[in-house]
Nanobody, 116 residues
Framework: QVQIVESGGGLVQPGGSLRLSCAASGITFSRYVMGWYRQAPGKQRELVAHITSGGTTTYTSSVKGRFTISRDNAKNTVYLQMNSLKTEDTAVYYC??????????WGQGTQVTVSS
């Protein structure tokens, strides 16, 4: 059974940092390009970063230079280090496979709120 569990969200002031973690089970993790997505209230879910099994990373322009995605294939875990956070980064963050036709089951996500 495939399960994805995100953690690490919280409330942070503008300019602050958070590190998100995502643990996946029930899949051959190393076969998947993994991505972090986010969904803000009233907006569609967007892919903000993804990473290949070999570690090649890609970022959407709004987070480039501030967010870093990484993965540990031995631990079936993908991370998102978020620095210089802005109020517009407020969203529920999810991880899932990227660049794939059919997504894995979605986890519950983790809420990130950037506010003073």
């Amino acid at each position: 059974q495939v399960q994805i569990v995100e953690s690490g969200g919280g409330l942070v002031q503008p300019g602050g940092s958070l590190r998100l973690s995502c643990a996946a089970s029930g899949i051959t993790f190393s076969r998947y390009v993994m991505g972090w997505y986010r969904q803000a209230p009233g907006k569609q879910r967007e892919l903000v970063a993804h990473i290949t099994s070999g570690g090649t990373t890609t970022y959407t322009s709004s987070v480039k230079g501030r967010f870093t995605i990484s993965r540990d294939n031995a631990k079936n875990t993908v991370y998102l280090q978020m620095n210089s956070l802005k109020t517009e980064d407020t969203a529920v963050y999810y991880c899932n496979a990227a660049l794939i036709t059919t997504s894995l089951p979605w986890g519950q996500g983790t809420q990130v709120t950037v506010s003073s």
